[in-house]
């Protein structure tokens, strides 16, 4: 089976801390994602990487940034934790040469709470 | 640009009943349609999948036809089950260099009651 991983289920963190969030996928894919999904607002990407050191914004990068050393690992860091990025946080994992599938594996998500 | 709008929840459903999510879309390009599926506390994973205007994906009960005329995909199932309770997504990707996201609807919340 297909397997994403993401480190931690359950964060909470304070104002102003520094935040990682780990993804491992065990699939060899490529491309790898991330995105924050909030009530009423769905899924929204924040970056995705589309090689190992390759990375490109999404539609809400904005305090966040990443970093993709090995192929399957995809970090998400929140430089500066703020209360408006509580939120739940889902990694995906693609393979590239999928063009007309195009389907995504999510790991289980990481619920993030900023206090 | 690409944009995907569903019907908006939550829908709330006794078992056995039918269900239609509606799901329409403009795209830039020529799209392939997704539904995703997210049961209670868990990620997302694929329902179905239609790449060409006609196309009906279907899985586990659900099917979607891909109206190409209608900009449409809507979900339907004929009888609906308490363990079908979950938030459903409709998605699209327009292929083409550089095309690596995919544009989710906001998602709808379907109730199924015994």
């Known amino acids: 089976d297909v397997k994403v991983t993401q480190s931690s289920r359950y964060l909470v963190k304070r104002t102003g801390e520094k935040v990682f969030l780990e993804c491992v996928q065990d699939m060899d894919h490529e491309n790898m994602f991330w995105y924050r999904q909030d009530p009423g607002l769905g899924l929204r990407l924040i970056y995705f990487s589309y090689d190992v050191k390759m990375k490109e914004k999404g539609d809400i990068p904005e305090g966040y940034s990443v970093s993709r050393e090995k192929k399957e690992r995809f970090s998400l860091i929140l430089e500066s934790a703020s209360t408006n990025q509580t939120s739940m946080y889902l990694c995906a994992s693609r393979e590239d040469s999928d063009a007309s599938t195009g389907e995504l594996f999510f790991g289980e998500g990481s619920r993030l709470t900023v206090l | 640009g690409n944009s995907v709008t569903q019907m908006e929840g939550p829908v709330t459903l006794s078992e056995e009943a039918f269900l239609t999510i509606n799901c329409t879309y403009t795209a830039t390009g020529y799209p392939s349609l997704f539904w995703y599926v997210q049961y209670p506390g868990e990620g997302l994973q694929l329902l179905l999948k239609?790449?060409?205007?006609?196309d009906k994906g279907s899985n586990k009960g659900f099917e979607a036809t891909y109206r190409k005329e209608t900009t449409s995909f809507h979900l339907e199932k004929g009888s609906v089950q308490v363990s079908d309770s979950a938030v459903y997504f409709c998605?699209?990707?327009?292929?083409?260099?550089?095309?690596?996201?995919?544009?989710f609807g906001k998602g709808t919340k379907l109730s199924v009651i015994p």
């Open positions: 239609a790449t060409k205007a006609d």
């Open positions: 998605a699209l990707r327009v292929s083409g260099a550089g095309s690596y996201q995919l544009t």
